[in-house]
């Protein structure tokens, strides 16, 4: 991306945690001329050597105050995720744009408010889902509707993590569904593998009409771990059929999240973090593509550009908020059910002192979840696992 603008000037919020993964991309943007960072903003100091070719940042602790000392066009929040809303609001209220992670809001309500306020004040705002930066799930849709697999029967993403007791301790709000009163609902369907959701969302295209949850865990926290959500949508591209996302965090190996559209001649599978499709049709061979994937924070601000150059119609965003109502409803689903219920589970070593927590054979439910397009507790198999009587 090349321009003869000034250089859009960004704040960066949370620089130790998930912003670290910013740094790249604004070195890159810095040494184009495209962008500068003009502030950081975190709770604790930053050593320089982390804005190594960055320049020189104002820091501060207060995203508003910095937002308007620095007169940033942008501010990236890469914060955790009980603080998007308040910050969000903040930094749009101080003058600046939006490069927000995901979950935009930890609830729908606070999703809303985020939404009113970016109307209310012109502001412009992506939702860092980078999965739908990809061409893959263009890729996917043109296969559909050129009928490449018939008639859609549903859409059904599996996902297989390992994560460790480490990964929970890493700071006071991981693993939590409340904090001190506030909401925090970071469980695996909406913050590791929330992805998957979007991205399930994303390829349909609906609107969401029900959501049904069922919410487990393995490790001894308050939210869960291994979940799967069934959602029916209107006007999308599974014409109501359902759409069921299965994850878990306590599987024995990690594996590459799937997600696969079922057609009643055939199937596309897309592995989101590898940008590859493959569509498979009985008869044929398989085929296999990998798609380009576009930067987020690079689309934000080529469309800021475009509007400062008077375009009448930017190119728009890949992944601006009101998109992600879909996932927003989903969460509040999450957020508003029951408290997640025990699961037996292997507790087993993990690297530097910390413990891993496996279900036996959950990998092979969350797979049959999403091929069947059913909950877990229509599965024989994970009845079985979980020590009922099927």
């Known amino acids: 991306m090349t321009t003869t603008q000034e250089p859009?000037?960004?704040?960066?919020?949370?620089?130790?945690?998930?912003g670290r993964n910013y740094l790249p991309v604004l070195r890159e943007l810095t040494a184009e001329g495209v962008a500068t960072l003009v502030g950081v903003c975190d709770l604790r100091p930053v050593p320089a050597d982390m804005l190594a070719g960055l320049g020189d940042p104002v820091h501060g602790s207060d995203?508003?105050?910095?937002?308007?000392?620095?007169?940033?066009?942008?501010?990236?929040?890469?914060?955790?995720?009980?603080?998007?809303?308040?910050l969000g609001l903040a930094a749009m209220e101080a003058g600046a744009h939006l490069q927000l992670e995901k979950p935009p809001a930890v609830s729908l309500a606070e999703f809303d408010a985020l939404r009113e306020a970016a109307d209310r004040l012109g502001r412009v705002c992506q939702v860092?889902?980078?999965?739908?930066?990809?061409?893959a799930p263009e890729r996917v849709r043109s296969l559909v509707r050129d009928g490449a697999i018939g008639t859609v029967r549903g859409i059904g993403a599996h996902a297989a993590w390992s994560?460790?007791?480490?990964?929970?301790?890493?700071?006071?709000w991981a693993g939590r569904r409340r904090l001190d009163g506030v909401d925090v609902v970071d469980g695996a369907l909406t913050n590791p593998l929330a992805h998957a959701v979007a991205t399930v969302l994303a390829l349909d295209g609906g609107s969401v009409k029900s959501v049904e949850t069922e919410l487990y865990r393995a490790f001894d926290n308050e939210t869960d771990d291994t979940s799967c959500v069934r959602v029916r949508t209107s006007g999308g591209l599974a014409q109501g059929r359902p759409l069921?996302?299965?994850?878990t965090l306590a599987a024995a190996e990690q594996q590459p999240p799937v997600v696969t559209v079922h057609g009643d001649g055939g199937s596309i599978s897309y592995w989101y973090t590898e940008d590859r499709v493959r569509l498979t049709r009985p008869g044929s061979e398989p085929e296999e593509t990998t798609h380009g994937r576009t930067v987020l924070l690079r689309d934000l601000l080529s469309h800021l550009a475009a509007a400062r150059d008077g375009a009448a119609e930017p190119a728009p965003?890949?992944?601006p908020l009101a998109s992600t109502e879909g996932f927003m409803r989903v969460l509040e689903s999450v957020r508003t059910a029951p408290d997640?219920?025990?699961l037996p589970a292997e507790d087993l070593p993990g690297e530097g002192g910390a413990r891993r927590r496996v279900i036996p054979g959950i990998t092979d439910v969350v797979t049959e979840a999403a091929d069947q397009l059913a909950l877990y507790s229509e599965?024989?198999?994970?009845?079985?696992?979980?020590g009922r009587a099927a």
């Open 379 to 386: 599965l024989p198999r994970f009845a079985a696992l979980a």
């Open 317 to 319: 965003l890949l992944v």
């Open 8 to 18: 859009q000037r960004i704040v960066l919020a949370g620089v130790h945690g998930y």
């Open 244 to 247: 069921v996302v299965a994850a």
């Open 63 to 86: 995203l508003g105050a910095l937002v308007r000392e620095t007169g940033a066009d942008v501010a990236v929040i890469a914060t955790p995720l009980h603080t998007h809303t308040t």
């Open 163 to 172: 994560r460790d007791t480490a990964y929970y301790q890493r700071a006071p």
């Open 128 to 135: 860092g889902f980078q999965s739908l930066g990809s061409g």
């Open 340 to 342: 997640p219920r025990q």
